[in-house]
């Protein structure tokens, strides 16, 4: 079994910077590919960055430019460093990864941490 375990959210004001983590723990498993979503309230969760299968990097349109996704694979860890912070960024941020397990490839989520941006 694997667990995701988040942690870096908060209450920041627009303009500053946060810094989230997500680290993967258990045994015997590697990782195909990992990004961080998003959800606010009264709207679906949506992609904010992810490393895909293939090696590459997606970004969503609207934090494009502010927002950097970046990993230790070494510590199954991945990073979202978050610049240029806007009211609309608050939302509940989840880490995702695609891991396999014997030979059976499935999503895994983390818990959520809350991010609040103030104007």
């Known amino acids: 079994q694997v667990q995701l375990v988040e942690s870096g959210g908060g209450l920041v004001q627009a303009g500053g910077s946060l810094r989230l983590s997500c680290a993967a723990s258990?045994?015997?498993?590697?990782?195909?590919?990992m990004g961080w979503y998003r959800q606010a309230p009264g709207k679906q969760r949506e992609l904010v960055a992810a490393?895909?299968?293939?090696?590459?990097?997606d970004y969503s349109d609207s934090v494009q430019g502010r927002f950097t996704i970046s990993r230790d694979n070494g510590n199954n860890t991945v990073y979202l460093q978050m610049n240029s912070l806007k009211p609309e960024d608050t939302a509940v941020y989840y880490c995702?990864?695609?891991?396999?397990?014997?030979?059976?490839?499935?999503?895994?989520w983390g818990q959520g941490t809350q991010v609040t941006v103030s104007s």
């Open positions: 490393f895909t299968s293939v090696g590459s990097i």
């Open positions: 995702n990864m695609r891991i396999t397990i014997a030979h059976i490839q499935r999503n895994y």
């Open positions: 258990g045994s015997r498993f590697s990782i195909n590919a």
